[in-house]
């Protein structure tokens, strides 16, 4: 079992639900270390039901990392505070407590097309497409 610390999961102005920091992190520090418990082959994703899919992350050529909590509710965010580093978010900047953990989806490889829902002043509207 992975232990998680420094976050919560609860409502987002994002996307319903997101993880949230109980704690400074700074710049460089890992947020969350992903588990990497769960893998589903590319052959399998079919039997995986519809819901669940948009939780799928490429792990490598031939398979998915199914997210569990917390990772599952790192939001997109066109002003995102985390990079994804080796299956890790890392912080790319100071990250204050009570503040919304976020990732750039279109950087991290989740290969995902979706229209945002930031808020930023700064968002890119769609994402996903090049």
């Known amino acids: 079992m992975i232990e998680i610390t420094g976050v919560e999961v609860r409502p987002s102005l994002i996307n319903r639900n997101g993880v949230f920091a109980l704690r400074a992190f700074q710049v460089g520090e890992i947020v969350l270390k992903w588990d990497l418990s769960i893998c589903i ?59 919304e953990i976020t990732s750039n989806y279109e950087s991290d490889g989740a290969g995902q097309t979706f229209m945002c829902g930031c808020g930023s002043a700064k968002c890119r509207g769609m994402i996903g497409l090049k």
Do not use: W
């Open 41 to 99: 082959p590319k052959s399998e994703v079919n039997k995986v039901p519809d819901p669940e899919r948009a939780y799928l992350h490429p792990c490598d050529e031939d398979s998915f990392i199914q997210m569990q909590m917390p990772f599952r509710y790192v939001n997109h965010s066109c002003v995102h505070n985390t990079e994804v580093r080796e299956f890790c978010d890392i912080a790319i900047r100071y990250i204050e407590i009570g503040e």
